[in-house]
């Protein structure tokens, strides 16, 4: 609800700002320059928060640094290890699924992507279907973490070189779960194995992609971001697989779903870098990565 959005961040960017100040110990003067997600996001909700930092960058005279979403997400990681280069980033979220590669900072070349829906959005609609409640990855997780769940055996997906694809799953799960239900055949215990059967899919349609792509790009590091690096089978599933090969690099869980700090992150590196922008900047509901 794109609306309800925007409604909710211009009503709280006010008490947002405060508190951050607040719990931060600084006074806006302080500050050094602004960093602001100038997109890809719902373009409303973008608007508010490029308005805010547009206006303590003018007010204060500092400089101002647009960042991209996607790029704040892979350097999240930068609270956990430093970047080795080259280093594969996998960036899995409600609204993307790519695997990146990175020769050196600030430099994206995406080698793999979903070629339909992204794998949080699927998560979050797989659980609707099981009857969990939205965030549906975040339920699926709790349901099945920790646990040794009997595993349905599913259709293997298929997509192109390093590219990933999860709506045929979606699809074919979401109506096998409805017709179960509708019959009354589906007991707590088929759900939590649905619920496994699925992660693990993803999951590991995902990995065997990623290693198949550090394997021929020769990488030394493999990175990770977005809401669905908080799931617990893919943190285990890539340090178990990766962790004699590469060195792999998890956000911590804190800052793996949207936040600030992250974004605050990479902007201190593009300002060290030089890299600000001038007041005139408008956001961008999409945006290509390195822009
Ligand atoms: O990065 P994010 O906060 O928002 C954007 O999409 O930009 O990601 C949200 C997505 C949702 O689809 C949510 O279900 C998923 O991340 N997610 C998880 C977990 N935590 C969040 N999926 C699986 N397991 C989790 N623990």
New binding site residues.
């Given amino acids: 609800m794109p609306e309800v959005a925007s409604r909710l961040h211009l009503e709280n960017v006010g008490y947002v700002l405060k508190d951050c100040f607040a719990q931060a110990g600084i006074k806006p003067e302080q500050l050094t320059a602004v960093a602001v997600t100038g997109g890809p996001?719902l373009i409303g909700a973008l608007h508010v928060g490029v308005l805010a930092a547009k206006t303590i960058a003018n007010f204060y005279q500092i400089p101002l640094i647009n960042v991209h979403?996607l790029a704040g997400?892979i350097y999240a990681n930068e609270f956990a290890g430093k970047f080795i280069f080259p280093q594969l980033a996998v960036v899995?979220?409600?609204?993307?699924s790519e695997i990146i590669l990175m020769k050196d900072h600030m430099s994206f070349e995406i080698i793999g992507e979903t070629l339909d829906d992204?794998?949080?959005?699927s998560?979050?609609k797989i659980?609707r279907a099981l009857g969990l409640a939205?965030?549906?990855?975040?339920?699926?997780?709790?349901l099945t973490k920790d646990q040794d769940i009997p595993v349905i055996k599913l259709p293997k997906v298929h997509a192109s070189g390093y590219n990933l694809s999860y709506s045929g799953l979606k699809s074919s799960l979401t109506r096998k779960i409805k017709d179960l239900k509708a019959k009354g055949e589906m007991t707590p215990e088929l759900v939590k194995s649905y619920a496994f059967s699925v992660?693990k899919a993803f999951v590991d349609q995902l990995l065997d992609k990623v290693f198949k792509a550090a394997k021929a790009y020769k990488v030394k590091q493999i990175v990770m971001?977005?809401?669905?690096?908080?799931?617990?089978?893919?943190r285990k599933e890539i340090i178990r697989r990766g962790q004699d090969l590469y060195k792999i690099v998890i956000p911590p869980l804190w800052c793996?779903?949207?936040?600030a700090a992250m974004i605050a992150k990479i902007g201190s590196r593009l300002y060290k870098m030089g890299r600000t922008d001038s007041l005139d900047f408008a956001p961008q509901a999409s945006r290509e990565l390195g822009q």
């Fill in positions: 996001g979403h997400h899995v979220s409600g609204g993307n992204a794998i949080g959005e998560f979050d659980a939205y965030p549906g990855g975040v339920n699926i997780d709790k992660e971001g977005g809401g669905v690096s908080a799931n617990s089978y893919l793996t779903t949207d936040n």
